[in-house]
């Protein structure tokens, strides 16, 4: 079994149901956004524990007090952190993350207000504006202008602190000068980190879309050879029968047909498609030529209604000769992507060789009031 580290269990949380990959991601991002809030936060806890030591040494009364202003702002960001993860991981709403940016901000601008300009702690702020960018989904444009006018109020906030406020918890000048480096290095790290994460994705991206490309195209050097191959098979048998072969709509205008259509009646593929069967019926009247499209119809009508195959006997006159050929034909009906397709099969009438041996025959029929069985 796979060992999972503890980070690994902090990004992950809460993302196991939901089912799209980009919103498991901002999920995750913020996830580790937060955890990383209270990484830095106990790094930062234990320098200032140092450097408050070192004070309490150099003037014990006079920097007693910088106990409470440093202590529980850090508890208070402790504690936001862990309810907004909770919150946001609980209901999967990642606008609960806006709980947490404008403590913060105040946070870190405080320490602005606190230390002076010397110390450029506003540089953190600046190193904040992109990760709005990574947290939400490029249709959540205003979450991200929200996020944005709250981080560019606290880098406007320490500025107008530097220019109208002395520090209000000034430090000695030489652990003023040990602390210079803390936040040029932090601005460092989470640029760092943020180049390696946009890098990882790009990279996880590139190798995702090589993946697919690769699967796909063995795909299709698989798949349209088989398909080319049953598309001949499918015409050599539709071609090579002997029998007419077609499809219609289901108004009985003839969409496609085969070649024995010329054997059978003489007429090319060409010239029947695109006619209605109804056309191709043989009459010596006109009122007969009525009667029998009756009866075609009512067949096409059963057919579409009861959604069962049908099979009648039919004249169908030919091009060059004056005498009809009547021909058995097969109706039945296929449904493919909400469309109605109706394939036919017309065949000559085989003679019954008993009827040759037939002397006498008797029959009574009860047909109902059907023109077809008629």
């Keep these: 079994m796979k060992k999972i580290s503890l980070w690994q269990k902090l990004s992950d949380y809460g993302t196991g149901v939901l089912t799209s990959i980009p919103e498991r991601k901002r999920h995750r991002i913020a ?127 320490a500025f107008v602190g530097y220019w109208l406020l002395p520090p209000l918890l000034p430090v000695t000048p030489d652990i003023e000068k040990m602390l210079q480096p803390v936040p040029i290095l932090t601005v460092i790290m989470i640029l760092c980190l943020i180049s390696y994460y946009h890098w990882k994705q790009s990279n996880l991206s590139e190798n995702l879309l090589e993946q697919e490309k690769r699967q796909t195209q063995n795909l299709l050097n698989n798949i349209i050879p088989k398909h080319e191959q049953a598309e001949k098979k499918y015409r050599h048998l539709v071609e090579g029968s002997g029998d007419i072969i077609f499809s219609m ?87 493919s992507d909400d469309q109605i397709e109706i394939l036919g099969k017309a065949m000559s009438m085989q003679s019954d060789l008993i009827l040759n041996f037939l002397k006498r025959e008797r029959g009574r029929y009860a047909i109902g009031n059907s023109i077809g069985h008629a």
């Design 31 to 157: 996830n580790q956004l937060l955890a990383a809030v209270v990484l830095f936060n106990l790094a930062f806890g234990v320098l200032e524990i140092a450097v408050y030591l070192q004070l309490l040494s150099i003037n014990q009364e006079k920097y007693f007090h910088y106990l409470y202003f440093y202590t529980i702002p850090g508890l208070v960001i402790h504690l936001l952190a862990a309810v907004t993860y909770v919150l946001k991981n609980r209901s999967h709403n990642m606008n609960y993350t806006f709980l947490m940016l404008p403590p913060l901000v105040v946070y870190i601008t405080m320490f602005c207000f606190y230390l002076g300009s010397p110390l450029m702690i506003h540089l953190i702020l600046f190193a904040l504006i992109p990760i709005p960018f990574f947290v939400y989904a490029r249709q959540q444009a205003l979450a991200i202008f929200l996020h944005e006018i709250v981080i560019f109020s606290g880098i406007a906030a």
């Design 249 to 335: 709509n289901p108004a009985g205008g003839i969409i496609t047909i085969n070649n024995a259509v010329k054997a059978h009646l003489g007429f090319s593929p060409a010239e029947v498609q695109g006619l209605k069967f109804e056309e191709l019926i043989y009459a010596e009247t006109g009122a007969n030529l009525e009667i029998e499209a009756d009866l075609f119809r009512s067949y096409l009508q059963e057919l579409l209604e009861k959604k069962k195959s049908v099979s009648f006997r039919i004249p169908l006159r030919q091009k060059y000769h004056a005498e009809p050929t009547e021909l058995s034909v097969l109706l039945e009906l296929t449904e």
